[in-house]
């Protein structure tokens, strides 16, 4: 039984579902709105660190609904952003969780985690290439194919 009766919301609201599900065991929570608060947080902060090109390179891999998550409030202009180290990335995701004792860093290797599991192992390096080396090791080297190490990513490093 569906939804909405439109396979496509029916579809990404299940996906959406996954991922948050996801972040919330990688997290040890059990609130789905902390989950999606982390979601939109990290998505965003990833999101205003790439490239106007590599945003839109990863939103066309992401489930309808979280590619609305991730241009949500977006103002391409003066993209990426010019802090490009880990801790000010890292204070990006801090500030939408300034009333949650949550970790900046637990939270955002978590999401990216999840993200990495989700989308092709070919835009995973295409977005890693176009951060800085620091935020870089937000991504987890051995996310994808059961711990084996991705051979894309061992072209960038």
């Known amino acids: 039984m569906t939804q909405t009766a439109i396979a496509a919301f029916d579809s990404t609201l299940q996906t959406t579902n996954v991922w948050l599900h996801e972040i919330m065991e990688r997290m040890g929570w059990v609130d789905k ?3 999606y608060h982390a979601l939109r947080t990290v998505l965003h902060a990833l999101r205003d660190h790439l490239t106007v090109e590599g945003t839109a390179a990863l939103a066309a891999q992401l489930p309808l609904l979280i590619r609305g998550i991730f241009f949500e409030g977006w103002h391409p202009a003066g ?3 010019k802090a490009r180290k880990k801790d ?13 004792p949550a970790d900046a860093e637990e939270v955002t290797r978590a999401v990216l985690g999840v993200l990495a599991d989700h989308v092709s192992a070919g835009e995973v390096a295409h977005v890693e290439h176009l951060l800085p080396q620091e935020i870089r090791s937000f991504f987890l080297p051995t996310h994808r194919g059961g711990g084996e190490a991705d051979p894309i990513r061992s072209l960038l490093w």
């Not at 000010?88 to 949650?100: K, R």
């Open 88 to 100: 000010d990335f890292l204070a990006h995701v801090a500030l939408g969780f300034a009333d949650d």
């Open 79 to 81: 993209k990426p952003l």
């Open 33 to 35: 709105h902390r989950a």
